[in-house]
């Protein structure tokens, strides 16, 4: 909370939204709202809209076929997270990124604004990355490393996980 007990305004910055992400941000929004004053998200493809103190932004987001578009695209979504993030900077107190260890760029515009930042790990996106055989999970793991040392907050399921997902090195955050 503020100095002046009002509750602070929080962004949640997810990849998650459309169809089953959907549910996800649901939930998400639904223990993020009564602690926010106003609550903002940015994500891709979600059917939410605006209510009351909620704030929908959509990203549009498109896979890929192949490596080369996959890392177009991401490149393209991580540009527009990161102008959203701008554009929202002076109303936001708290940046919480679900989902999104891999979003660098917005991270780094979270920073260069001063924003406090929240880490949501969604799970163990090294393993993921060897269970789908994905080049780019590769990068999307420095990526997270990166992130995880950006950030002013580091949450996760349960304490156990910290030794299995090597974030050792995070435990006071």
């Not at 540009?79 to 993030?85: D, G, I, K, N, V």
């Not at 260069?112 to 999970?137: D, M, P, S, T, W």
Request: net charge positive; proline share 3%.
């Amino acid at each position: 909370m503020t100095m002046n007990n009002k509750l602070p305004n929080i962004c949640l910055v997810s990849t998650f939204g459309g169809g089953v992400g959907d549910t996800f941000l649901s939930g998400l929004v639904k223990i993020l709202c009564p602690l926010s004053d106003n609550l903002y998200t940015i994500s891709p493809g979600t059917n939410q809209r605006d209510r009351d103190n909620i704030y929908f932004y959509v990203v549009k987001y498109k896979r890929g076929e192949n490596i080369f578009t996959q890392v177009l695209n991401q490149v393209s979504l991580q540009l527009r997270m990161a102008y959203w993030l701008a554009r929202l900077a002076k109303k936001v107190n708290l940046w919480v990124f679900f989902g999104g260890e891999g979003l660098l760029l917005p991270m780094l515009t979270a920073k260069l604004f001063r924003g406090k930042v929240a880490l949501a790990l969604a799970g163990y996106l090294e393993k993921e990355g060897e269970l789908r055989k994905n080049v780019l999970y590769k990068p999307f793991s420095f990526l997270k490393r990166i992130n995880c040392r950006l950030s002013d907050r580091i949450v996760i399921y349960s304490p156990r996980l910290i030794k299995e997902w090597q974030l050792e090195r995070h435990k006071d955050k």
